[in-house]
T-cell receptor
Framework: EAGVVQSPRYKIIEKKQPVAFWCNPI?????LYWYLQNLGQGPELLIR????????DSQLPKDRFSAERLKGVDSTLKIQPAELGDSAVYLC????????????FGPGTRLTVL | GEDVEQSLFLSVREGDSSVINCTYT??????LYWYKQEPGAGLQLLTY?????DMKQDQRLTVLLNKKDKHLSLRIADTQTGDSAIYFC????????????FGKGTKLSVKP
């Protein structure tokens, strides 16, 4: 069974440019998460989807970040415009949903903003 | 508020036991997790424990939960060089609606 797929794995951009990350969750997983992981820190939730609905986006900086999961499968996270402080690893995870269900993580996209 | 604390570094010799500790503040924690992250990789779930349990054992891994002190530990028996990684403690609480709150991670170094 394929795991959570993310692309690209690495991205280097100049500040003020837009950037997008893509995630394909494990087949059948209704719940999808985007996390931000700064260097030396644990992951912090940005947004959680149940199917195509964003049920928790309270930590998503909505002035520059946006996300979508149009058909309840793949998801895209966008930053426009990127700032120096956005340099981090962006992790996608998926689960069957519900409390206690294991979250499976993708390898992440490492973003460097110059 | 919710907060999860871990010591940042642990160094052990191959073959010894490793004990990684974690404290949390939210008494409404339902599940507590241990994740492993190797360089350049995502997080891998190692084990988890429900909050009404005191201990869980899975092969070389033993999880101990002291709910009174809000203290969680992960013991790795016969630690191998392949166990070198960052270990994250995480909690899921009623208030977080099942979302995970992670600690900063403990970097385990295993010396041959």
């Amino acid at each position: 069974e394929a795991g959570v797929v993310q692309s690209p794995r690495y991205k280097i951009i100049e500040k003020k440019q837009p950037v997008a990350f893509w995630c394909n969750p494990i087949s059948g997983h209704n719940t999808l998460y985007w996390y931000l992981q700064n260097l030396g820190q644990g992951p912090e939730l940005l947004i959680r989807y149940e199917n195509e609905e964003a049920v928790d986006d309270s930590q998503l900086p909505k002035d520059r970040f946006s996300a979508e999961r149009l058909k309840g499968v793949d998801s895209t996270l966008k930053i426009q415009p990127a700032e120096l402080g956005d340099s981090a690893v962006y992790l996608c995870a998926s689960s069957l949903g519900g409390r206690g269900n294991e979250q499976f993580f993708g390898p992440g996209t490492r973003l460097t903003v110059l | 508020g919710e907060d999860v604390e871990q010591s940042l570094f642990l160094s052990v010799r191959e073959g010894d036991s490793s004990v990684i500790n974690c404290t949390y503040t939210d008494s409404s924690s339902t599940y507590l997790y241990w994740y492993k992250q190797e360089p350049g990789a995502g997080l891998q779930l190692l084990t988890y424990i429900f909050s009404n349990m005191d201990m869980k054992q899975d092969q070389r891994l033993t999880v101990l939960l002291n709910k009174k002190d809000k203290h969680l530990s992960l013991r790795i028996a016969d630690t191998q060089t392949g166990d070198s990684a960052i270990y994250f403690c995480a909690e899921s609480t009623w208030g977080s609606q099942g979302n995970l709150i992670f600690g900063k991670g403990t970097k385990l170094s295993v010396k041959p």
